[in-house]
């Protein structure tokens, strides 16, 4: 039972706040957001190493090959939700950089830090 509430507090709370980070710290429009993903797309999709983002991601951010958008925002999952904060939108990295412990620096109350945190 624990582990059900557990879920649903990562899956709807914090995906709901992470939206709200994602949508707010664009520099355009709700309506211009694909626009700015589509620009960045090849920062998105060409990584050496491993790609940034999984199949799956990919057809939700891109349009398919009719042009037809696949996902909205409201089916970004955490994971996505945490690529597009950390790699398109305006939110500075935490003091100790993305991808690190931000309790490290327990007194960094920035926006990353907290994005990080989640």
């Known amino acids: 039972m624990n582990y059900a509430r557990l879920c649903v507090a ?3 709370v914090c995906g709901h706040a992470l939206r709200r980070i994602l949508l707010t710290n664009f520099q355009v429009p709700y309506a211009d957001i694909y626009q700015v993903i589509l620009a960045n797309r090849q920062k ?3 990584r050496p190493g491993r790609p940034l983002l999984n199949n799956d ?3 939700l951010l891109f349009p398919d090959p009719l042009g037809n958008r696949v ?3 409201d089916q970004f999952d955490i994971s996505l939700l945490y690529i597009l904060i950390r790699n398109v939108s305006s939110v500075p990295a935490p003091v100790t950089g993305w991808s690190k412990d931000p309790c490290d620096q327990p007194r960094d109350t920035s926006l990353g830090a907290s994005v990080e945190r989640i």
Request: proline share 0%.
């Open 44 to 46: 998105l999709t060409m």
């Open 71 to 73: 996902g909205t925002v």
């Open 10 to 12: 990562l899956i709807t």
């Open 57 to 59: 991601q990919i057809m």
